[in-house]
C-alpha cells in the first residue's frame, strides 16, 4: 500500500462509526495538522448514521472540523463520488486492470489483495481521474461554493417533464436554486406527481 493511503476495515465491509471516528481522529485530523491547513474546516459527509455520533462530533468541534451532513436521498445531485466520480473511476479501473494484465510480468496473473492497492494506484493517479474528483465538487456546487451548479432537475424530474412537453422546442430545461426552493414551498421537499 502507498505509503500515503489509509486504510480502514471492518469485519462486514461495511463503514462503522468506530472505523471512521478512528480516521478522522488519528489519520485526517493528523493530515490537517502536518499540512498546515488553517482552521476551522468544513467536511462534507453523509447522513449515514455511522457517520453522526456524539464522540465524533465532540472531537471534531475541539479540533476545529466542521461536520456537515448532506440531507439524506441526496446523494445523486450533492455527492461528488455519486455525480462526477464513480463512473469514469470504473471504466478508468477497467482500463488500468487490462494495461496491468498485458505486462509479460502479470501474464496469468490476477488482482487479489495483496497487490490491489498497487494497481489501483495506477488508476487515481490518472489526470482525468483527478479532474474527475476537482469537477464533482464543482457540479454539486460544494467547491467553490455555488448553488446553481447542482441539477435540481433531478429533484423535480416530474415538473421538468411537464416544462419540457410545454417547450419541445428546448432540448433541456434547467432549473435554478430559486426555482427549486419555490418548487419546495409550493409542494414540499418531497412531492412526487
Same mark, same amino acid.
Given at each position: 500500500?502507498?505509503? +500515503?493511503?489509509?486504510?480502514?476495515?471492518?469485519?462486514?465491509?461495511?463503514?462503522?462509526?468506530?472505523?471512521? !471516528?478512528?480516521?478522522?481522529?488519528? #489519520?485526517?485530523?493528523?493530515?490537517?495538522?502536518?499540512?498546515?491547513?488553517?482552521?476551522?474546516?468544513?467536511?462534507?459527509?453523509?447522513?449515514?448514521?455511522?457517520?453522526?455520533?456524539?464522540?465524533?462530533?465532540?472531537?471534531?468541534?475541539?479540533?476545529?472540523?466542521?461536520?456537515?451532513?448532506?440531507?439524506? +436521498?441526496?446523494?445523486?445531485?450533492?455527492?461528488?463520488?455519486?455525480?462526477?466520480?464513480?463512473?469514469?473511476?470504473?471504466?478508468?479501473?477497467?482500463?488500468?486492470?487490462?494495461?496491468?494484465?498485458?505486462?509479460?510480468?502479470?501474464?496469468?496473473?490476477?488482482?487479489?489483495?495483496?497487490?490491489?492497492?498497487?494497481?489501483?494506484?495506477?488508476?487515481?493517479? #490518472? !489526470?482525468?481521474?483527478?479532474?474527475?474528483?476537482?469537477?464533482?465538487?464543482?457540479?454539486?456546487?460544494?467547491?467553490?461554493?455555488?448553488?446553481? #451548479?447542482?441539477?435540481?432537475?433531478?429533484?423535480?424530474?416530474?415538473?421538468?417533464?411537464?416544462?419540457?412537453?410545454? +417547450?419541445?422546442?428546448?432540448?433541456?430545461?434547467?432549473?435554478?436554486?430559486?426555482?427549486?426552493?419555490?418548487?419546495?414551498?409550493?409542494?414540499?421537499?418531497?412531492?412526487?406527481?
Amino acid at each position: 500500500m502507498p505509503p +500515503n493511503w489509509i486504510l480502514g476495515k471492518t469485519d462486514t465491509g461495511w463503514m462503522k462509526s468506530e472505523v471512521l !471516528y478512528e480516521f478522522i481522529a488519528n #489519520n485526517f485530523n493528523r493530515w490537517l495538522t502536518e499540512n498546515q491547513i488553517k482552521r476551522p474546516i468544513l467536511l462534507f459527509i453523509d447522513g449515514h448514521k455511522s457517520h453522526m455520533t456524539l464522540p465524533l462530533s465532540e472531537f471534531c468541534e475541539r479540533n476545529g472540523i466542521i461536520l456537515y451532513a448532506l440531507p439524506p +436521498n441526496t446523494t445523486h445531485i450533492l455527492q461528488p463520488a455519486d455525480v462526477s466520480v464513480f463512473k469514469p473511476l470504473k471504466s478508468e479501473w477497467k482500463n488500468t486492470i487490462r494495461k496491468w494484465q498485458s505486462r509479460s510480468e502479470n501474464v496469468q496473473c490476477c488482482v487479489t489483495k495483496l497487490n490491489f492497492c498497487k494497481v489501483f494506484q495506477e488508476t487515481l493517479e #490518472n !489526470y482525468e481521474m483527478k479532474q474527475h474528483i476537482i469537477n464533482g465538487f464543482r457540479k454539486c456546487g460544494l467547491y467553490p461554493l455555488s448553488p446553481d #451548479n447542482v441539477d435540481y432537475s433531478k429533484c423535480v424530474q416530474n415538473v421538468l417533464e411537464k416544462k419540457n412537453r410545454a +417547450n419541445e422546442n428546448l432540448e433541456k430545461v434547467i432549473i435554478t436554486s430559486n426555482e427549486y426552493r419555490w418548487y419546495r414551498t409550493q409542494f414540499g421537499p418531497y412531492h412526487q406527481n
